[in-house]
């Protein structure tokens, strides 16, 4: 029984832990920011780096989202007789929920694994000591581009998801299903507004901050083993995840 | 350093079309409603009851929206409310003896102001007061009136319909 | 080789001078778990000096309380005449630019190529005119023999090569003191022969100081000019490689012998062999 209770105990005092260190980390990672910003190409590797090579990942998903949303909502719609609201339908699920969240836990599987990892092994095989030692502070170096890379790439990503996704409602809505094109495009015009892509846009912002924080935290805290490394980078996504979906809902109270 | 040449191109488009992504959402999806501001006028119309109608509600003639509600304030001195609204200025000829009322949009949808134009020969200027208004339909008032002239209908006796 | 007249012993404030390095004292521990007791070790410049001793010794902490990365919990590291611990971060930053040092696995960054990784220290310090950082950079591969995989990336490379593009990364800034941590470990004769003859001929020829980590008792005897034997968290002996082979105690001759069996027991603790292999009640 007490064991019980004591482990609990310990876990709960090591979330507390792993949450006070990370928001530390945050703090060192904001007050390294202007400075890292000024090593503009180390940046840029980085968007590239979480940006551009997730591109194929987000573009098909959101493709088969968008499909799928299309199918599901059309169905769903005529045992109203309102498939007509197809279009604002998809428009607004999508731009205020499955647009970002989605993304977002892409995003932590594709990029959020790939800077954990790196920056695990540059754990492992002591580059960032070396780092240190060579005097160069291996947060301005690798750990902030990191960070900047992901939230710059975030909303980017987001928006590009959410714009292949509604060609995907239109692809299946539309041409295949036979929805009215004029209504599908006018009815989503009519009731969509610009604070709808506000909405979803800043919650691709937030979520890029904290899918791209947990990341450069777990794997520049690995452990220095091949095991520390897995380990990480399986938290990267877990906690990713996790902390996404809370975040949705807070936004989601926030913003409405 | 080729390499980081290739990069910067890739990154380079990767940032354009996630912009490109971001302009379609905004200019295609939403209702255009964010050049309002630039070119538009006020109008004043007061109301003895505005019911449900919100700042940001359509203000609409032909069934066309040309305007929204900007604001609506309450005079002390007349005791009526006043809604102000911003027409585009796209629409610069409305009859200056149009009036305003305040409808239902669907059965149980949001509120809006309609014009319905008059026989002027001038036009509405901004800042100038709608003076024909209709209120707002309130569905106790409605209900009532309803029962009132059932209640008139049911008298055997008196054939005058009562208000 | 060069000889010294008298073994290297506890390290006097008026002999910092002469040491680039020292420690006075020192305690250290991890969690709870004491790894050095009142250490004292002097570095004399223009050296080689080898600190050696059986595995887990801590020899990899005590570089990392020379460079600053690890404080001490009592006691003074001196580099270069300073308290390490009372440096400013822009202070020890400063220090550590004088440093190099030469990790086990060689740490090269892997999205760099070589040319890169040794113009890394060149490129982060100094606004150096591309010509110039050229022609340092080469130089320096010249001198470890590998200017002909200036285009090669670390994966490409041997573990022998790799650590000799990292040592080429060490001496880029000119450093007065060079730190090896396990120079040798992994490597074939061929490779072994050549980070010898390095670590040697640069220390002579760059006129700076050198501290060799290490258990390859064969190797750096040939190259140390003294050495420590550090067990158990202390110094258990100190001097010329000729001297620690006539050292009387035996945990000194056990290491530089390498015998199976001496102090250091060949046994795990366990219980009474035939006691426990007739004991069939107990669980192996």
């Known amino acids: ?256 | ?163 | 080789m060069k000889q010294t007249l008298e073994p290297a012993g506890a390290p006097t404030a008026a002999a910092d001078a002469n040491n680039v390095a020292a420690l006075h004292g020192v305690d250290y521990s991890i969690d709870g778990k004491p790894i050095f007791h009142k250490l004292d070790i002097a570095i004399r410049r223009g050296e080689v000096t080898a600190i050696m001793g059986p595995s887990g010794t801590g020899k990899t902490t005590l570089l990392r309380l020379i460079t600053g990365q690890l404080r001490a919990d009592a006691g003074r590291v001196v580099v270069d005449g300073r308290d390490v611990a009372q440096l400013s971060r822009r202070e020890l930053y400063a220090m550590r630019r004088r440093m190099g040092m030469l990790f086990q696995n060689g740490a090269l960054l892997t999205d760099l190529d070589v040319f890169e990784n040794v113009a890394f220290p060149l490129r982060e310090h100094a606004r150096l005119p591309e010509r110039l950082v050229r022609s340092l950079v080469l130089s320096k591969l010249h001198a470890v023999g590998l200017r002909g995989a200036a285009r090669l990336t670390p994966q490409q490379l041997s573990g022998g090569m790799a650590r000799r593009v990292a040592l080429a990364r060490a001496i880029v800034m000119d450093p007065q003191l060079l730190l090896y941590d396990e120079p040798f470990a992994g490597l074939d004769p061929i490779s072994m022969g050549v980070v010898m003859r390095l670590i040697r001929s640069l220390n002579d020829a760059l006129g700076i100081s050198s501290i060799v980590v290490t258990h390859d008792v064969r190797e750096i005897s040939q190259i140390a000019d003294s050495s420590y034997i550090l067990s158990d968290g202390r110094v258990v002996a100190s001097g010329t490689p000729a001297e620690l082979r006539e050292h009387p105690s035996p945990v000194v001759h056990q290491f530089m012998e390498g015998l199976a069996d001496g102090p250091v027991t060949f046994h795990y603790p366990a219980p009474d062999y035939p006691a426990q292999l007739l004991d069939r009640s107990e669980g192996a």
């Not at chain 2, 964010?34 to 109608?53: C, I, K, P, T």
Request: net charge negative; hydrophobic share 50%; glycine share 12%.
């Open chain 1, 1 to 256: 029984m007490n064991g019980v209770v004591g482990e609990i105990a310990g876990s709960v005092r090591g979330f507390l832990e792993r949450v006070g260190a990370m928001t530390r980390f945050f703090g060192q990672v904001l007050w390294n920011s202007p400075a890292t910003l000024l090593r503009f190409r180390l940046v840029v590797e980085q968007v590239y780096n979480t940006g551009a090579l997730s591109l194929v990942i987000i573009m098909t998903c959101g493709l088969f989202v968008g499909m799928v949303l299309g199918l599901q909502g059309h169905d769903l719609l005529e045992r109203f007789g309102s498939e007509d609201a197809l279009g604002v339908g998809a428009a607004l699920s999508l731009l205020k929920e499955l647009g970002p969240v989605v993304t977002a836990l892409l995003f932590a599987g594709r990029a959020g694994t790939a800077l954990a990892s790196e920056l695990g092994l540059m754990r492992a095989t002591d580059q960032i000591s070396a780092m240190e030692i060579m005097a160069v502070d291996p947060m301005r170096r690798v750990v902030v581009p990191r960070f900047l890379g992901g939230v710059i790439a975030m909303p980017l990503l987001t928006a590009i998801f959410i714009a292949v996704a509604l060609y995907g409602v239109q692809l299946i809505g539309v041409q295949l299903l036979g929805v009215d094109q004029g209504q599908f495009w006018s009815q989503m015009r009519g009731a969509v507004e610009l604070g709808d892509v506000n909405e979803g846009l800043i919650k691709g912002f937030v979520f890029g901050i904290a899918c791209s924080l947990i990341a450069v935290f777990e794997g520049y805290n690995a452990a220095p083993t091949a095991e520390g490394v897995g380990r990480a980078t399986t938290r990267t996504v877990v906690v990713s995840a996790v902390v996404t979906l809370v975040l949705d809902y807070i936004l989601t109270a926030l913003m409405l």
């Open chain 2, 1 to 163: 350093m080729r390499q980081s040449r290739a990069i910067d191109v890739s990154t380079g488009l990767f940032v354009l079309l996630g912009f490109a992504a971001i302009m379609f959402l905004v200019t295609q999806i939403t209702n255009r409603e964010y050049s309002w501001r630039d070119q538009s006028y006020r109008l004043h119309a007061r109301f003895e009851n505005v019911g449900g109608l919100k700042a940001g509600a359509p203000v609409s003639m032909a069934g066309v929206t040309i305007g929204r509600v900007e604001s609506i304030g309450y005079d002390m001195d007349l005791f009526k409310a006043i809604v102000t609204l911003r027409i585009d200025a796209h629409y610069d000829r409305i009859p200056n003896d149009s009036d305003a009322a305040i409808y239902t949009a669907g059965l149980l949808g949001g509120q809006y102001v309609g014009l319905t134009p008059g026989n002027s020969e001038d036009a509405y200027r901004d800042g100038d007061d709608i003076e024909f208004v209709q209120d707002a339909i309130v569905l106790e008032k409605l209900i009532s009136k309803y029962l009132f002239s059932q209640a008139g209908k049911d008298k055997a006796s008196a054939p005058a319909a009562q208000e």
